[in-house]
């Protein structure tokens, strides 16, 4: 198993930026590919942004393309996500992710860090 801690969340006006990251401890870092995720307010859990296990390949929603960076370090056994532009309808509690790179679903997952973003 592997246990991830997110920080970084907070309050920042729109079009300011935050960097939030995620500290696993358990297993191998990287044997997983990391995504964070988020869930705003009444709706459903989303898909952020994925990254495979050496940061060579990264993948993102179509709502945060150009304005959100994953990207990890596998000597921190830490993932980071840069925000940068951010918009009020970015609010939402992130979460991180990880599963086996040859697992097809996320079966790990973090307590989630809030985010408001002030217009």
């Known amino acids: 198993q592997v246990q991830l801690v997110e920080s970084g969340g907070g309050l920042v006006q729109a079009g300011g930026s935050l960097r939030l990251s995620c500290a696993a401890s358990g297993r191998t870092f990287s044997n997983y590919t990391m995504a964070w995720f988020r869930q705003a307010p009444g709706k459903e859990r989303e898909f952020v942004a994925v990254?495979?296990?050496?940061?060579?390949?990264?993948y993102y929603a179509d709502s945060v393309k150009g304005r959100f960076t994953i990207s990890r370090d596998n000597a921190k056994n830490t993932v980071y996500l840069q925000m940068n532009s951010l918009k009020p309808e970015d609010t939402a509690v992130y979460y991180c992710?990880?599963?086996?790179?040859?697992?097809?679903?996320?079966?790990?997952w973090g307590q989630g860090t809030q985010l408001t973003v002030s217009s």
């Open positions: 990254i495979n296990w050496n940061g060579g390949s990264t």
């Open positions: 992710a990880a599963r086996v790179v040859t697992a097809s679903t996320f079966d790990y």
